[in-house]
């Protein structure tokens, strides 16, 4: 079943690549003119993308509006169906915030999954309008509201998938280990003057930019999606992702621009007796 299900939403990728590449373009466009807007809706305050909190609101109240339905509660079926339309607004404009900068095959999953939205947002506005009036025979806005409510669990599955299955909007170091033991660093001796550059510490890759005699170092795989920020740039005393931009503080890896909404992993760097450099993750519980 889940295979048969997974080659179905790739096998709509031949209209969902294209579709998605001129939406992404618009999309990307739009809010990467009016960043702190799409900070906001990335969910960047919250250390949580936001798109994945909103996204219940509609879902709990279109399941109460089949409910209300059966049992002929038509007042309440038709408010729960008006808050369950304006929270599905809120989280596709989310969701859209996460989309301007989702790349391949998370953004072709990401176009199924919202076109399927869209979809089951206007068939719901199409019940909402036919309940107005107060009709005394509601078979079409119960039919409709139902057809939506399929479009609505397909979307979601989906949706589900372009999180669970790709791992979009996913800390890149959910997994990482908070190990405060130093490690071997593989540095070079004299590490230039606020240049980014990558450093090997076990396993972990490290992008270390010293600053007079401070030397910072964060983990090289940016939290957002795994752009490496040893190629980024150093901005107002933050590093700036290559691939997307979010910001992280040098000094202590909180994130400071989005569209990651996670902080980065801070490492300490020392010197050894042998001249050499070691490395351990920053934890509060070390200090
Ligand atoms: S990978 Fe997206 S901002 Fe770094």
Known sequence: MARFLTRLIDAQAVWARPLGDFVHGIVHWLFHRMKPVRDFLNGTWLGHPLHAVLTDVPIGAFTLVIILDIA???????????????????????????????????????????????????????????????????????VASLVAYLFLAAGAFVGGDVVYALGNMVDRHAWRSRSAKWTALEAPADLPEGVPTKAKAGAQTLVLIRRGETIHALHDTCAHAGGPLSDGRIVDGCIECPWHGSRYDLATGHLRRGPSVYDQPRYEVRRTAEGGWEARRWTAAAH
Do not use: C, E, N
Not at 96 to 108: I, L, S, W
């Open 72 to 142: 002929d509660q038509r007042q309440a079926a038709d408010i729960a169906l008006g808050v369950g339309l304006l929270a599905m607004v809120a989280a596709a404009l989310a969701g859209f915030a996460d989309y301007a900068d989702t790349d391949g095959t998370a953004r072709v999953r990401a176009t199924v999954h919202s076109t399927l939205m869209v979809v089951a947002l206007v068939i719901y506005g199409i019940s909402l309008a036919s309940r107005l009036g107060a009709p005394a025979d509601r078979t079409v806005p119960i």
